[in-house]
């Protein structure tokens, strides 16, 4: 089985060379923000999704950003780098995943959620790293995409363990395939040639105080995760039982008025379409 999933990981495609390009850029201290609009502008699909997330209300602007080279400005080289890669992963994420009981849309809505949830959280506390926490979210849940063909066909038998045993969604996929839709996430960031702490995030993002890593990432996003949860964005089967770490909570020092404030963010952005990409 392992072998198997393995193989799924490797025949997943590549990030696109214009994002792997992108990640480039950004990090390059001698880039320019007219660098990065010319290279985006040879992908107008993707150039047009990173307008409409730019112009949805979760980051507010009073007007709109009309093209690129004003998005890369505002924005700035952080958010773009973010948005790059939401846009270029929505077609993977949007797509049914039956093994979890998602529908068409639901993984990549739950998806987009989490990591406008995790910058927001880390904004709150301070984290200097805002794309990579958003990134985090982002991708926190890409291991079920591999794991939803193998997951359908022992779909009745995990239910049952689920509801039976009042175990969590990840214990059952340890037991019966050895190991979890993190552990695959992971394996597929290290084949896109993410940075140790986002594979580090993806793989603890269930359990972030075991984390040799960076501790503080993968509480973000797994804080995010859970909140997601709890407004039933993105549920699937996997959200019965789903455990909050109050450990994790602890770390961020975060209190119940900062989640209710981050959870409200959160709706006002759903009901935009542009958030999600509707």
Known sequence: MLEKIAS???????LPAIVTRVIQLTEDPN?????????????????????????????????????????VVLLGFGVIRSLVMAASVYDLLEKPVQGYALAPGELWRHS???????????????????????????????????LSEYLTEVYQQVIDRVVQEKITFTEVEVEILGFDHAAVGARVAEKWNLPPELVDCIAYHHRPLQTTGNSTLASIVHLSDAICMTMGIG????????????????????????????????????????????
């Open 8 to 14: 799924r990981v490797r025949d997943l495609p590549a």
């Open 235 to 278: 549920l699937g089967i996997d959200g019965m039982y789903y455990p909050l770490d109050s450990q994790a909570v602890e770390l961020l020092k975060l209190n119940t008025t900062d989640i209710e404030l981050i959870m409200s963010r959160l709706a006002d952005a759903l009901v935009d379409g542009n958030s999600i990409l509707a």
């Open 31 to 71: 880039s320019t923000a007219k660098d990065l609009s010319e290279l985006l502008s040879h992908d107008q699909s993707l150039t047009a999704k990173v307008l409409r997330l730019a112009n949805s209300a979760y980051y507010g602007f009073p007007r709109r950003i009309n093209n690129v080279s004003d998005a």
């Open 112 to 146: 987009q959620v989490c990591a406008m949830g995790s910058r927001l959280i880390a904004q709150r506390v301070k984290y200097r790293y805002l794309d990579q926490a958003y990134i985090g979210g982002l991708l926190h849940d890409i291991g079920k995409v591999i």
